[in-house]
């Protein structure tokens, strides 16, 4: 029982810490570099197992 507890904090603490990276990551994030990212993937449909 112990080790479940353990367990279940560490993965919860992973979790907030992996939150937290992705907010401080996405604080430095701007329009311009988003779009640079953009225009460089190509426009071409997606593979059929790939559509929505």
Do not use: H
């Not at 939150?19 to 701007?30: F, G, L, N, S, V």
């Amino acid at each position: 029982m112990n080790q479940f507890f353990t367990s279940a904090i560490a993965e919860k603490m992973a979790a907030l810490q992996t939150k937290d990276y992705q907010y401080e990551e996405a604080k430095k994030a701007t329009r311009e570099g988003f779009d640079k990212v953009m225009r460089a993937v190509p426009d071409i449909k997606p593979v059929e197992y790939d559509k929505l």
